[in-house]
């Protein structure tokens, strides 16, 4: 299977190039396939020829998307169309990664695919409308994931430890609800999915739930770490982008389409803090 992967120096590229080495990879920096120009997406896949393509590029910064909605728009939406044109005329799989920001978060219970979305972001109304184009293309799997994070890339784990490194005291919000996922574990998710041609759209998330304050103490615990770590609520922490209070993501639909490689959120994240590199 020969396989372009967007996005290529972002933390779930990273995990890809790791995890799918049997396969023929193809990861073009940003200067090559810069998602945010229609020409580089039609040339590359052109030359490329791939059977698959896994759009990890992104606009991802939430609260920058505020106020930069129209390249939020052009990355996470409008490239997203282009990418399902180039996919469609190639008959080549189109894999968007897609997010729990789609939903605001009001549920009581894990989402469900079918259920109503509500995006409450500039960035989650983008990565919406990206799923909606990434539907343009009949050959379509949309994943949708939550909290990634891993031993590589800006994410909260890597925030936590450099904060706990200063020995600073720590107030983090315990009223959001989510599953940290680790790119690790999407990448070996993602790479079955590809090899046996799921379609749809999917939720991908490591299982469980937490905090942010929850997942803080749980990483730091592994770590061995004594850190004065302190709950607060969202109120107490005012960002330009709203997030939702509750976005874990049943894993029902994926669990019958074949194997299951999500694990427990917990056990994901001793397995990165033991084994940094893979
Ligand atoms: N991180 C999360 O918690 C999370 C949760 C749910 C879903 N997701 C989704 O999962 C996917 C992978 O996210 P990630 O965590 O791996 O994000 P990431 O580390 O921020 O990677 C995204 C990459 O896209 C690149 N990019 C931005 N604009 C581009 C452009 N015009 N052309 C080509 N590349 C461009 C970024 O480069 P620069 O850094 O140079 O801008 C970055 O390397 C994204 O679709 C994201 O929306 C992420």
Request: with cysteine.
């Amino acid at each position: 299977m020969r396989a372009l992967v967007t996005g290529a120096s972002g933390q779930l590229a990273h995990a890809i190039r790791q995890i799918w080495g049997e396969h023929d990879l193809i990861l073009p920096e940003e200067s090559v396939l810069d998602l945010g120009r229609q020409a580089a997406i039609q040339s590359v896949v052109a030359d490329v020829r791939p059977d698959v393509v896994v759009n990890c590029g992104a606009f991802t910064q939430v609260d920058r998307c505020e106020a930069e909605a129209e390249l939020a728009s052009l990355i996470n939406a409008t490239a997203v169309g282009w990418l399902a044109e180039a996919c469609e005329a190639r008959k080549a799989l189109l894999i968007q990664i897609s997010t729990d920001y789609v939903f605001d978060g009001t549920g009581t219970r894990p989402y469900r695919e079918e259920d109503p979305t509500n995006p409450v972001s500039v960035y989650g109304r983008t990565k919406l409308e990206g799923e909606r184009q990434a539907a343009r293309c009949s050959r379509h799997l949309i994943a949708r994931t939550s909290w990634l994070y891993d031993a590589w890339g800006k994410n909260f784990l890597n925030t936590m430890l450099n904060a706990a490194a200063q020995g600073r005291a720590l107030r983090v919000v315990d009223d959001q609800r989510g599953a940290p996922t680790t790119c690790r574990a999407l990448a070996r998710q993602l790479k079955v999915a590809a090899e046996e041609g799921w379609q749809g759209l999917v939720h991908t998330t490591c299982a469980g739930e937490t905090t942010w304050h929850g997942f803080a103490r749980a990483i730091f615990e592994a770590k061995g770490l004594s850190v004065d770590l302190n709950p607060c609520g969202t109120a107490d922490y005012p960002t330009p982008a709203q997030r939702p209070a509750y976005s874990v993501l049943s894993g029902d639909r994926r669990r019958s389409l074949g194997p299951d490689l999500m694990p427990e959120w917990q056990d994901a994240l001793r397995e990165v803090i033991q084994q940094p590199a893979l």
